[in-house]
């Protein structure tokens, strides 16, 4: 399966998908690391555009084609970039499931963009203006939303794997009560 994780910047999307990919075992995709690394390589700046992508969509269908679940997480703004995860799923012939991270709270997503720290050494992080000015379209389609304002990551997670069960993602033993 193929789970498509987006947002802006703040809303916890990476600390979404890294606690979702621990607990189900599946491949957590950032396409963060991949532009930076791209970055680091000499071949671009930052920011780098749509390649970053790009690679994404062709690991995350390599790695669905070996029959490993793969969390995709970025931005994922437009409605191009939500199209081609999806073609990749397609492409190897697995179910897909959309899922936008909000903080419906603008203070606390404000905080939380003012006040994170780098995990990706080197990686430059957008302001709350930057956050605010970025092109990001609204979805034109249904998909799964989690709203993560006013809760702990864990309950964040627990709320997100209750509605993967109705994706397809079925498995007791990720679903416990002290989520």
Not at 65 to 78: C, D, F, K, M, W
């Amino acid at each position: 399966m193929l789970i498509v994780i987006g947002g802006l910047p703040g809303t916890g999307k990476t600390t979404l998908a890294r606690l979702l990919a621990a607990r189900i075992g599946g491949v957590h995709l950032r396409v963060d690391t991949i532009e930076h690394a791209i970055v680091r390589s000499g071949l671009a700046d930052h920011p780098l555009g749509h390649a970053g992508y790009v690679v994404g969509y062709a690991l995350a269908e390599e790695h669905l084609r070996q029959g490993l679940t793969v969390i995709a997480e970025s931005v994922n703004p437009l409605p191009i970039t939500r199209d081609s995860w999806l073609d990749a799923a397609r492409n190897a012939g697995v179910p897909a499931v959309e899922i936008e991270v909000i903080c419906s709270d603008p203070a606390e997503h404000r905080h939380r963009v003012i006040s994170r720290s780098v995990d990706i050494p080197g990686l430059p992080l957008p302001d709350w203006q930057q956050v605010l000015d970025r092109d990001y379209r609204p979805w034109n389609r249904d998909h799964v939303i989690v709203d993560t304002a006013g809760e702990s990551p864990g309950r964040s997670l627990h709320r997100l794997l209750r509605k993967l069960e109705h994706h397809g993602l079925h498995s007791d033993s990720i679903l416990d009560a002290d989520t």
